[in-house]
Each structure stands twice: as C-alpha cells, then as structure tokens.
C-alpha cells in the first residue's frame, strides 16, 4: 500500500519548488536589511558588549 502511494507521488517539481522558496526566503531578508533603522542596528551592535 505505501509503497504504491510512493511510486504515485511526483518528485519532478521538488529541486524547483526548493529554489523559489530558497529565493523567497532570501529577498525577505533583503528587504529586513534594506529596511533596517540605523538606531536599530546600532542597538543590536551593542548588545553582545552590555552587562545585561
């Protein structure tokens, strides 16, 4: 039973389905870096050397 539900399945569209969400994922966190405040990153800059 399984592995005929297995022989059904397509595998054809996985490496390109793979690519556009690897593509979505990577313009998202352009866009966060683009739209990034400085006051933001210089906030974030600084936590690893505060005492807190």
Do not use: G, R, W
Not at 11 to 28: G, M, P, S, T
Not at 41 to 51: G, V
């Amino acid at each position: 039973m399984i592995k005929q539900v297995m022989e059904l399945l397509n595998y054809d569209y996985c490496a390109e389905i793979a690519l556009v969400l690897f593509l979505i994922a990577f313009i998202l966190v352009i866009i966060k870096t683009v739209f990034t405040s400085k006051k933001e990153i210089k906030h974030q800059s600084e936590i690893p050397l505060s005492d807190d």
